[in-house]
């Protein structure tokens, strides 16, 4: 046996063996690097005489090209299993049950205006907003509630203390007009952006958050109201009934339902009416249908026309319905709080008993409250 098939059967053995890609790096350098034992044998080519080169020439191109050879399968083969043991080290069984639980709950508010949105997009509202800091304009005057009027003190408005200046250019109001800014304290204003923005027809509605100075067990400073919009040509009070009673079966799940629409008065509708809900007692709770008691859930009317004028459109021409809820309220009534002050603890217990599943997405086909 010559050096050459010696080196060949000790460096295939090594190769074989390597037990890491370290190892095999180590080998490799050992015998093709520059000081490495088949390279030293490559170099005596140079001193051999011709006739034996002729012999000694392809058999250690073969070595240097069989070595190279077994080293890169080798390599191919503790990388593949190197693969191999990573990924039985990182597998993960995603059919597992999520561990830690799920944490933290969808709140009730949430909830009710997750349901609102779907029922009233099937009945082709689209949902719009306003901001919360809003002007006396948008949130008063434009609504036909004038500066003197009984109705601003009413409503117990926080108004921002640096609060004054005047209308920029472009502002509905008109250039030059005095403005306060205030945190909104109904979703009414909304309406008039609406108007403001978009040409009728519109259908919206407006959930969002509200303020005035107000604490008690059923008030507190920030609420929720949801405001509902619809302009267009010929609408009647017949539409807004159909529409409220529509909404109101929907989101109580129940079909015998009463409304009581009742004369009220607000300074944006004309007429006016508040809406109650009919009611039975039930083992002594409360539950919606029937007609034994009455609960007052929103107020609406036919749009004043002095307020579809304020927002460029012609009264003659277009007429709507508008209508404005407190959600909290609503929660309330569905889902069975007594406690509104509760509803903005942020206590994880009641969260938990009383908040949702991020899964309990509202549709219609479940039912809303599913
Ligand atoms: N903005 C009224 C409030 O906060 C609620 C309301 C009543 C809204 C009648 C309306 C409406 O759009 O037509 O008390």
Known sequence: MTDADTLRIDLLAAIAAAPDLAVLDGIRVAALGKAGSVTALMKTLGSMAPDVRLVDGPRLNALRDGVA????????????????????????????????????????????????????ADLGFAVADGPEIEDDWHNFTALNIPESHPARAMHDTFYLTQGDHVAPNGHPAGAATSLRWLLRTHTSPVQIRTMLNQPPPIRIIAPGRTYRSDSDATHTPMFHQVEGLVIDRGITMGHLKWTLETFVKAFFEVDDVTLRLRPSYFPFTEPSVEVDVGCSWDGGMLSIGGTASWLEILGSGMVHPRVIAACGLDPDEYQGFAFGCGIDRLAMLKYGMTDLRAFFDGDARWLRHYGFKPTDVPTLSAGVGA
Request: net charge negative.
């Open 69 to 120: 050879a077994a080293i890169a399968d080798r390599k191919a083969e503790l990388e593949a299993a190197a693969l191999d043991a990573r990924l039985a080290a990182e597998r993960l069984d995603l059919t597992l049950p999520v561990s830690p639980g799920p944490a933290g709950t969808i709140h009730p508010v949430s909830q009710v205006m997750d349901e609102l949105a779907e029922i009233f």
